[in-house]
């Protein structure tokens, strides 16, 4: 399978655990996005990447949330202290940079904070 | 700032029939894409159908067609022939070209088929 991969898929932690979710995206493809949904909403916007390169970062982020792409491959999304209003689907997306291109959705990982 | 805007939290349409959903989106900038997305139950947001925004020609993609109106920035989804498949969470989305290439998305709009 060439597509987005995310790990894991699930994940339920205690609140004031930290936790890192890894995506992998489309070998070929330099841009790399981080995205929230909660149930019955669409996807926000939470980070972009550049190959390495962070080029933004959404106001929804609090210090709590980092995201790392060391070598612009693979992506890391921490959320560190938890709190039960980061309960949601965190979805990566990757796209190749030209204008037109579509982005491609990982499965998403399922975060419950209990 | 971008904004999308569907005003149809849910749509329903008798198989074989013809639904289309609504998009509304705001931006300052003259180069931009759209895109309509399907997500089906528990499965990956998978592309739909795409727009140029200096096009003005309707895309097509099968039984999906857009009715794109830049002038009113209306983006709409029209479905023919529905097909119990074609059952999802559709989200309309508007790529900013300029600057940082973010994807922003509406609330979406559930489809339910009817058999």
């Known amino acids: 399978d060439t597509g987005v991969s995310q790990d894991p898929r699930h994940k339920i932690t205690k609140r004031g655990q930290n936790v890192t979710f890894r995506c992998d995206p489309i070998s070929e493809h330099n841009r790399l996005y981080w995205y929230r949904q909660t149930l019955g909403q669409g996807p926000e916007f939470l980070t972009y990447?550049?190959?390495?390169?962070?080029?933004?970062k959404s106001r929804l982020l609090s210090d709590r949330f980092s995201a790392e792409r060391p070598k612009g491959s693979f992506s890391t999304l921490e959320i560190q202290r938890t709190e039960q209003g980061d309960s949601a689907m965190y979805l990566c997306?990757?796209?190749?940079?030209?204008?037109?291109?579509?982005?491609?959705f990982g499965q998403g990982t399922r975060l419950t904070v209990v | 700032a971008q904004t999308v805007t569907q005003s149809q939290p849910e749509m329903s349409v008798q198989e074989a029939e013809t639904v289309t959903l609504s998009c509304t989106y705001d931006?300052?900038?003259?180069?931009?894409?759209l895109f309509w997305y399907k997500q089906p139950p528990s499965r990956q947001m998978i592309l739909v159908i795409r727009?140029?925004?200096?096009?003005?020609q309707n895309a097509t993609e099968n039984r999906f067609s857009v009715n794109f109106q830049k002038a009113a920035k209306s983006f709409s989804l029209k479905i023919s022939d529905s097909q119990l498949g074609d059952a999802a969470m559709y989200f309309c989305?508007?790529?900013?070209?300029?600057?940082?290439?973010?994807?922003?998305f509406g609330t979406g709009t559930r489809l339910k088929v009817l058999a």
């Open positions: 989305a508007c790529l900013r070209v300029s600057g940082t290439y973010k994807y922003i």
């Open positions: 990447f550049q190959n390495e390169a962070q080029l933004e």
């Open positions: 727009q140029e925004a200096y096009k003005q």
């Open positions: 997306a990757s796209s190749l940079a030209v204008k037109n291109t579509e982005a491609f």
């Open positions: 931006t300052s900038e003259s180069d931009y894409y």
